[in-house]
């Protein structure tokens, strides 16, 4: 019956309706054309998710029928009730017994395949036998379907599978001489290994080439499951990885994406275990186009592929080096697709197509979508950082966008300068003005922060900084903490710059005496106080330590570290590729992945290794390690002679002397012989608060200053605050708390 005659069936019943016309069925029915019509309407409302639990004994005597269509609905009906109904259950067993020994091969797999999703007792343990002989049943596609209700009953009983040797018979489907009998093999055997509890599934030399033999017989998920499988095959000699590539690479011309992505994966995969350049290169080579072919399908695909080519180019750049052109965006692309482009045009961009790369750059910061153009303009500044040959023209762009005064546009070219100041250090200070004529247009904390920076930062070379940071210094307490820390810098870079300013004096004194008392942020109020004494006690040292020379920006830091890359190029193709973390950091019991050592792993790959650890299992909890020391019994003596310390004099006993006293530093127990080594003894005779009170700001402004120094006279520079003795807030009660809060 086509589908447009089974649509009449989708609408809903009553329960007693279908029953009554269940029992009317039995009497006049010779076809069982009512049966299959009857069967047919409760399929559907199980569809539609309609309760039709209640006729579960009506249709479990149909069962009985001969006809191939109603044992599948009925068998359809018992997956979706029968787990619900373990009292009945027991009803159904002798149609399962003897449909599992029918001679048609599609009962006895439909048999076998229903009992494998009912996690009842009474049914595994009629399932355990019936399964073993499926899975050495002469027909294959019964062999097939057993081996994918192993890994289901392995689900519902693990104990059970390894017992009765499954997980052997499993292994011996390897071997089989057909290849989707081999592909749902690997499948089950990846379902148990993948598991926390399970057994390891590892591949040897012989079984690999069976694998690859039957890959090119096997359908498209079949090839997925083959190719996935053969991650867990590790060289021992170069020449095994070679070969392994060369036969799998002809899978690249697929027309499957997902056979592709997984064929990539396999051919990154061995490559870590090969010498030749040559043959790596030719790889590389081969890989380009069937990822560029995948940007031709909708915009969801497009995305997983961008994401996976993203992790791809940081690892293998060869790959696309001459394709940036591919990843220009179209008009009609969504934001995802278009952001996601920008980021691989950054990371293919270099000398020789910088030009092209910043021309379309400049044109996506004229479009109308305002997170593009944000984007766009920071990728402008990452560009001049990255391609040196390009970064006039690249600062030639970047005022031509400060022209068009649009707000978003501003911010975030003020953003990127900061990074191109620190990168070429005395080249591009020209442009400052044209960013000071934008200073009050800036209402986004990150560009405040930067713009806060270069004026801090070149305040010797800027005439006016000092009235520039007092109008911004007139909403302190009203910014948000990102502000206010690069306010707070910038006052004090400035009274370096300029100590026998009076604007600069008043302004770092007002701002420290904002960042001492009346913020909440502790850590504003620390680096408050950190400048104060900095300041108070060695002008000289503070001038070397907040005018020190900057570490050089480059691009190393947009890369990912290599070993957590060839992490994540593991699961090329998957879920984890597209976070661009590892599946165990979001799915709840998943088994990492990392590459395996051996004699074939070349030295860059070895040199980046990453050990996973091996997680526990749900039900065994995980050796317990205490990083500090571990509790002691004591014998009846020391324990007394404790008390009576404890009860003597007026101490009080939660004092530190007292703690230190009563319970002096004890080694570590020793928990395991893989554990950390212990840490060093403590050396008590230092005392921990002569660095303190050598560092108070009382002993700082008592010491005499150093000859020749310019920043002797800063005392008056604060009149009669310095006097007031800086407090952590909450008022002057709290001074026997003083020196904690400022640790």
């Given at each position: ?400 966008l400060l022209e068009t005064k649009v707000s978003y546009v501003v911010q975030e070219t003020v953003i990127v300068a900061k ?109 408050g106080f950190m400048y104060w004494r900095l300041l108070a006690a060695n002008p000289t040292a503070a001038t070397e330590i ?55 792993l070349n030295t860059n790959s070895r040199a980046t290794l990453v050990h996973v650890a091996v997680k526990h299992p749900s ?125």
């Open positions: 019956m086509s589908a447009g005659q089974d649509a009449k069936f989708f609408t809903r019943g009553k329960i007693e309706e279908f029953r009554a016309e269940l029992q009317a069925a039995e009497t006049k029915d010779k076809k069982y054309v009512k049966r299959k019509t009857v069967l047919k309407k409760i399929v559907a409302n199980i569809t539609m998710g309609s309760d039709m639990s209640p006729l579960f004994t009506d249709v479990v005597q149909c069962l009985g029928t001969p006809l191939l269509e109603i044992k599948k609905m009925v068998y359809l009906f018992l997956i979706s009730y029968g787990r619900s109904k373990p009292d009945l259950i027991h009803l159904v067993i002798p149609n399962f017994l003897q449909d599992c020994s029918d001679r048609n091969p599609l009962v006895r797999a439909l048999a076998i395949r229903t009992m494998s999703y009912i996690p009842i007792p009474v049914v595994t343990d009629a399932l355990s036998d019936n399964l073993r002989h499926a899975l050495k049943d002469r027909d294959p596609y019964v062999r097939k379907t057993a081996a994918i209700c192993v890994a289901k009953l392995y689900v519902a009983d693990s104990k059970r599978v390894e017992r009765a040797g499954f997980v052997d018979l499993l292994r011996n489907l390897l071997q089989d001489t057909n290849a989707t009998v081999i592909a749902n093999a690997v499948a089950a055997l990846t379902e148990i290994g993948d598991r926390p509890d399970g057994v390891v599934f590892r591949l040897d030399l012989p079984t690999t080439n069976k694998l690859l033999a039957a890959l090119g017989e096997s359908s498209e998920w079949g090839q997925i499951y083959i190719l996935d499988a053969l991650l867990r095959f590790v060289p021992s000699e170069t020449a095994d990885a070679e070969v392994i590539a060369e036969r799998i690479i002809v899978q690249l011309q697929h027309a499957n994406s997902a056979v592709v992505l997984t064929t990539i994966k396999a051919l990154l995969y061995y490559m870590n275990y090969m010498d030749n350049r040559r043959l790596m290169d030719y790889i590389c080579k081969k890989m380009g186009p069937p990822l560029v072919a995948l940007l031709s399908s909708g915009p969801e695909v497009q995305y997983v592929a961008l994401r996976n080519i993203l992790l791809i180019i940081q690892r293998r750049p060869t790959v696309l080096k001459n394709d940036v052109k591919v990843f220009f965006c179209k008009y009609n692309d969504p934001i995802y697709v278009k952001l996601a482009k920008l980021e691989i045009m950054y990371r293919l961009a270099r000398s020789e197509n910088a030009n092209e790369v910043l021309a379309e750059l400049q044109e996506y910061a004229s479009e109308v979508d305002v997170d593009f153009v944000r984007k766009a303009v920071r990728s402008i500044g990452r560009l001049a950082i990255k391609v040196e040959s390009a970064a006039d023209q690249c600062i030639k762009v970047l005022l031509e990074d191109i100041f620190r990168r070429y250090p005395g080249v591009y200070e020209g442009i400052i003005p044209k960013l000071c004529e934008n200073l009050d247009s800036l209402d986004e904390a990150e560009a405040k922060a930067a713009m806060v920076w270069i004026l801090g930062q070149f305040a010797d070379k800027i005439d006016n900084a000092d009235d520039l940071l007092d109008d911004l210094f007139h909403a302190f307490l009203e910014e948000t903490v990102e502000v206010q820390l690069a306010l707070l810098t910038a006052a004090v870079k400035l009274f370096v710059y300029k100590p026998k300013s009076e604007p600069a004096k008043k302004l770092v004194a007002k701002v420290l005496k904002w960042a001492t008392e009346e913020v909440d942020n502790p850590d504003l109020r620390d680096r907040v005018l020190a020379e900057k570490p050089p920006i480059t691009t190393d830091s947009d890369r990912m570290d290599r070993g957590a890359l060839d992490q994540l190029l593991l699961h090329t193709g998957t879920l984890g590729s597209i976070y661009h973390k590892n599946p165990e950091t979001f799915i709840r019991n998943a088994v990492g992945k990392a590459l395996t050592d051996s004699p074939a039900h065994v909890p995980p050796p317990v390690q205490i990083a500090g020391p571990g509790p002691v019994e004591l014998d009846a003596n020391a324990q007394a002679t404790e008390e009576t310390e404890a009860t003597e004099g007026d101490e009080d006993p939660l004092s530190p002397a007292n703690a230190q006293k009563d319970h002096p530093p004890l080694p570590r127990p020793s928990i395991s012989s893989e554990g950390p080594p212990p840490p060093p003894p403590r050396d008590d005779s230092v005392d921990p608060e002569a660095d303190e009170e050598a560092t108070s700001p009382i002993s700082m402004t008592s010491s005499s200053p150093p000859a020749n120094d310019p920043y002797s006279n800063l005392a008056g520079a604060f009149g009669n605050y310095l006097a007031d003795e800086p407090r952590p807030m909450g008022g002057a009660g709290q001074k026997g708390d003083y020196d904690d809060s400022l640790i």
